[in-house]
């Protein structure tokens, strides 16, 4: 049976004759080696050529990636080898290599050395750590070096290919070779070691059409494999996969099975001779080069193949070979969130019969099924057994910890009970183009996913969809079913389905067999069920369970991982990379049961769940609480201050509000309890909380709004010291304290600002202002500084400056502050002639006080003290005239307005 892999191709360059290719470890970079002399570089994920570099203006026959230096270097026809930076761009080294043409390029993994085969028929082995001196000359070929390949599994070993038909194994530490393979009748052009296994092979290509593969320990020909038309022009092993490539001069690029050397594919792109094949360790992905461009493929799928049972024992597939491993040997405390685990394989490794597809253990873990090209084998997971096997293009695990079915083609599906027995074959209505196990049997159609009963293989629902998995819960009730945009939770009504007669099932099955519970937009990789928790990964890298609507982040992840399953005894979720390394995170079964118990509306087993919850997970309980409504349980619970502060304010419970905010120390607090002081009324509250933050601005607002002139006061001499000068002027205005706001502009240097002021509200005071502008102005200006006229000095330039004197003298005397309720009955001071009132209060030589009450129409107050006081009904004596005169304080007199006529005249 073929492996069927998925072959995708996600680059497509159209070029000059591509000599070499490579691939960066890290990023998604092809390195692309020219006849024109440049060197591109392809982001192979957005298809943009990112960077392009001038080597030469001959032929680049090779080109490699030195990604611990940052590295490109070069070999061309100019006999060079050059190194540039492929950050800055820069040409960082330049070495005169060989006496001919350079043909290949091999970087060792580890040491800082790099090898280098040529048309003179040498290799040569440079240190770049000393100026890339020449350290050895490796001399025995007769013809030109083709490639030069380091061993994976010795990296003191390579291999050279060359144009004399032979194949050289040397070592590092020897000019002269180990020995030599001989079997191609002509020119051998590439070569290749294998990655997997305990197999010591190499590939070779040569112009005899023929790809042979060799053992070198017993330096013999194992299998040579005939397909291609012309001169083999590029092998290759692949690193993950159990296959072979092969590219050839007739256009075509042939992928064979590793293990059975049977022809798998054949590709071709139209893009003429291929003439280059590279692979990247860890990755599905290969670049392939043409003569007219080149192209990047990916194989298969990249996510590993593994499977954990709940006990924590764990069997995965790497290059073909089965590895157990068991998580018990771990001590708990020992491990930390997100660390890589320190684990060892649990005895020998058994070699897979088949390249798996899928991997898993059923529901009781004593057996593991593996699936791939075409069959199935079932294992025992103690000793990897073989226990039962057969031909399946899909396998999954029934409810029964022994039953399963299989997808035997695209319209065929089986049941099976006790491993082997055979129950029932059916062919889906739809068609089956993939089946899912759980509680009920899933086929997937084009547009649709059809749910069975594993027992009479009736139907239960049909649900129009096109899932990408389907994920039951351990207790057979909730259901997740993945797309490549978003996931669904149902829930699955079994009393519902068992109750329903069958004259109740209508075409797509029963209405009523599921419930939905929630849609996500998200991209599930992979899935487990914890109680009703759904625990995932996604495309965003990030680890998340999801439960009763809501979403819960465990951690972001640097790269993406996949889930092995959650151990409860543990109470941590284990996950693997695509290398195998396992991690995990700490997530607490009982904070798991607590919320399920909360979505099923259970609150009396939630609370006795809640002492077994350790204090470190309440802040996190308290916020779903909060998401479900229950925002008075979770201030009860929560451990944070900043979380009790919101709860606090949600429940408006300011007083303990207050607390919490001097716990916390935060000026945003304050900020956020005084609003909500406001909103309820709590004026006092809010003063408190603008006095802890002191905000200034706040405080005169608050203060001028309730009309309390005290507290206005107050905080203009507060804001004064505290340098907070807008305000202190503003409250300094409205108490009408006017010498103290012009001292204001005054200290802070607005001189202008302060001759304008004093010129309208403090007339007395220009004088001194101007003087001060003038000497201030003189400074930087001697002509501005002659311009500014001081009324003392050009009183004619100020013909009504000795009134406002006066009317200043008359405002002070007669105006007082009166309460803000008075508002409305007084007139505004924009439409009050203060030297009309001047003039009124001369003539009629009333009480100035009195006459500024008439003028401003304003009453009210001495009606409301005429009706709060009591009237006296008494006569006033001549003795009481004589007792006010007596206690009259004569000195406080301003005898200022008083004339020597009108003294006469009395």
Known sequence: MQLKLDIRRTLTARSRRVYCVDLHPTEPWMLVSLSNGKIHVWNHQNQQLIKTFEVCSSPVRAGKFIARKNWIITGSDDYRITVFNYNTLERQHVVDAHMDYIRCLAVHPTLPIVLSGSDDMTIKMWNWDKNWACQKVFDGHSHYVMQIVFNPKDNNTFASASLDKTIKIWQLASSIPNFTLEGHMRAINCLDYTHAGEKPYLISGADDRLVKIWDYQNRSCVQSLDGHTKNISAVAFHPELPIIITGSEDGTVKIWNANTYSLENTLNYGLGSATTICCLKGSNMVGIGFDDGCVMIRLGKEDPTFSMDEGGKIVWIKHSEMQMINLKQLAIEDIKDGERLN?????????????????????????????????????????????????????VWGIEPEDFAIRESATTVKVFQKLTKEKKSFKPELGADGIYGGTLLGVRSANHLTFY????????????????????????????????????????????VAEASEEGRAEDGYEDAFEVVGEVAENVKTATWVGDCFIYSNSLNRLNYYVGGEIVTISHLDRPHYILGYIPRDNRIYLCDKELNVLSYSL????????????????????????TIPQSYYTKIAHFLEKQGFVSQALSVST??????????????????????????????????????????????AEKCYEATQDFGALLVLSSSSGNLDKVSKLAEVA????????????????QQNLKALNILVETNKLPDAAFFARTYLPSEVPRVTQLWKAEQQKTNAKVAQGIADPSEYTNLFPSFEESLRGQKYLEESEKIVPASHY???????????????????????????????????????????????????LITDEDIELDLENMNLENIDYSNISEEDLLGD
């Open 343 to 395: 684990l060892s394989v649990k005895g020998d490794t058994k070699s897979c019969e088949v390249f798996a597809n899928t991997l898993a253990h059923n529901s009781n873990g004593r057996y593991v099924a593996v699936c791939g090209e075409g069959e199935y084998i079932i294992y025992t997971a103690m000793a990897l057994r073989n226990k039962a096997y057969g031909s399946a293009l899909e396998f």
């Open 453 to 496: 009963a594993w027992d009479t293989l009736e139907l239960v629902r049909r649900i129009e969809i096109q899932p990408k998995g389907v994920f039951w819960g351990g207790n057979g009730e909730m259901v997740a079913i993945t797309t490549e945009e978003s996931f669904y939770v149902l829930k699955y009504n079994a009393s519902v």
């Open 588 to 611: 607490h079964l009982s904070v798991l049961d607590f919320e399920t118990s909360v979505m099923r509306k259970d609150i009396q087993n939630a609370q006795q769940l809640l002492p």
């Open 640 to 685: 944070d201050p900043d979380h009790k502060f919101d709860l606090a304010l949600q429940l408006s419970k300011l007083d303990l509000a207050v607390e919490l905010a001097r716990e916390i120390g935060s000026d945003q607090k304050w900020q956020q309890l005084a609003d909500c002081s406001i909103l309820s009324g709590r004026l006092d509250l």
């Open 720 to 735: 004064h010291r505290a340098r907070k000068f807008n305000v202190a002027f503003t409250a300094y205005l409205l108490t």
């Open 824 to 874: 409305s009955t007084r007139t505004s001071n924009s439409q009050r002639n203060v030297f009309e009132e001047l003039s009124k209060a001369c003539t009629s030589g009333s009480n100035l006080e009195e006459t500024r009450e008439n003028n401003a129409n304003d009453d009210g107050e001495r009606d409301e003290q005429r009706q709060s006081e009591p009237q006296s009904t008494e």
